[in-house]
């Protein structure tokens, strides 16, 4: 079993006790860690066109004193903050700057399809976005100065939130736990514990972000994909109905066989489950969709791609797109922006390589052509965009 940072748990062990039960403080998960990008490197990421980032400020002690700026933002922006009081955050930065993954490989023990990105902050002394709850695990690393950390005890499903803010700021917050992080340091928050995280002089936090998706999301999911494949037309029946009282009324038994109609609805639909949890977890961020394209290119032959690989030719896989696989008796499917792409069953081996490693060179090239199925699948994947030619 692989150790699980220094907590003196393995990875398994962390599972089991803390993931998605309750919070975990590591000091030094990552030792004598520097940030390899700084402040003034955030700030241009901030202000270019097809980043996602905002700008949070507090200018006093009551719940209207919040500001929002969404990005990009620009040189004015930053040359009018104050000293104190505010925060810079800028989502996907493993996908702009894919260098940084490596910070992602100690947590790839997760499945990558519930990874939503590494989202970095900077604050100066007082820099807050409040207390709040978020709805997915999240790994905070301190990469800079130090930040104190306020967290609640229990989590809250139904938070009571400060109205008329373009921010999700709790009412009502109740501290039970107190730390501060200095760099290396790492907290690990299971979904809805409220947290409130300040900075005590100039920081940089990263924070590692697992996306679940909702009920009502998979449901929608599934029932679009029964849509596409014609399936659930079974009607509602009631061939136990028994006489009503009221005519007009809606029995518990009615309830009963409405429940069992709708079971019976995502039974029928396991055989597709997989498809519709690969493509629903791949889509692309609709604020990554235009750079995640800019890679596409016309679809290449298999010899085209041998010869480009002969030449000492690499392959690298675009962060921008997210990939994930499932495979059943008959045959493999890869997942890539919402989309599902077949390979046979013998090509199934393949697919680790298909959406798992960050480059693909000529031997990596050499064993997949073993499988035909495969071979053309990465051809697509090139035309897609999901690979291209470092």
């Not at 399936?231 to 409405?258: M, T, W």
Request: aromatic share 10%; with cysteine; proline share 5%.
């Amino acid at each position: 079993m692989i150790n699980f940072f220094n907590t003196g748990l393995n990875q398994q062990q962390f599972l089991e006790q803390y993931w998605q039960k309750k919070p975990l403080l590591i000091r030094q998960a990552f030792t004598d860690f520097v940030s390899p990008i700084s402040p003034e490197e955030l700030a241009g990421l901030a202000c270019e066109e097809d980043i996602e980032s905002r700008l949070i400020e507090e200018h006093g002690q009551d719940d209207n004193s919040w500001q929002v700026t969404c990005g990009p933002l620009t040189e004015d922006d930053f040359a009018r903050l104050p000293a104190t009081h505010w925060t810079v955050l800028v989502q996907d930065v493993d996908k702009h700057l894919p260098e940084l993954q490596y910070l992602l490989e100690p947590f790839r023990f997760i499945p990558d399809w519930r990874r939503d990105d590494l989202m970095i902050s900077y604050a100066p002394e007082f820099g807050t976005v409040g207390p709040h709850t978020d709805g997915y695990d999240v790994f905070l690393l301190q990469a800079m100065g130090a930040r104190r950390w306020q967290i609640g005890g229990q989590p809250i499903r139904e938070a009571k939130l400060v109205d008329g803010l373009g921010l999700q700021i709790l009412a009502e917050f109740t501290v039970e736990q107190t730390w501060d992080l200095q760099p290396g340091d790492m907290l690990y928050l299971p979904p809805h514990f409220a947290h409130h995280g300040v900075a005590l002089n100039d920081c940089m936090t990263f924070s590692i972000g697992f996306r679940a998706p909702t009920q009502v999301e998979m449901l929608d999911a599934v029932v679009n994909n029964l849509l596409e494949r014609q399936l659930g037309k079974a009607e509602y029946s009631d061939p136990d109905l028994l006489l009503n009282k009221h005519s007009s009324e809606i029995d518990a038994q009615a309830l009963v066989r409405l429940k069992q109609m709708l079971h019976q609805a995502i039974d029928d639909a396991e055989p597709i489950l997989a498809r519709v949890l690969g493509k629903m977890v791949t889509e692309t961020k609709p604020s990554l969709a235009a750079l995640a394209t800019e890679a596409a290119t016309e679809l290449e032959e298999v010899d085209q791609v041998h010869a480009l690989f002969e030449q000492g030719e690499i392959l690298q896989r675009n962060p921008y797109f997210r990939f994930a696989w499932s495979a059943n008796v008959i045959s493999g499917q890869l997942y890539m922006s919402g989309e599902v792409y077949e390979v046979d069953v013998q090509g199934v081996k393949y697919l680790p390589l298909l959406t798992e490693q960050a480059i693909l060179t000529n031997s990596d090239w050499q064993e997949i052509l073993k499988n035909q199925s495969s071979a053309l699948l990465l051809c697509q994947l090139i035309a897609e965009g999901g690979w291209f030619w470092a």
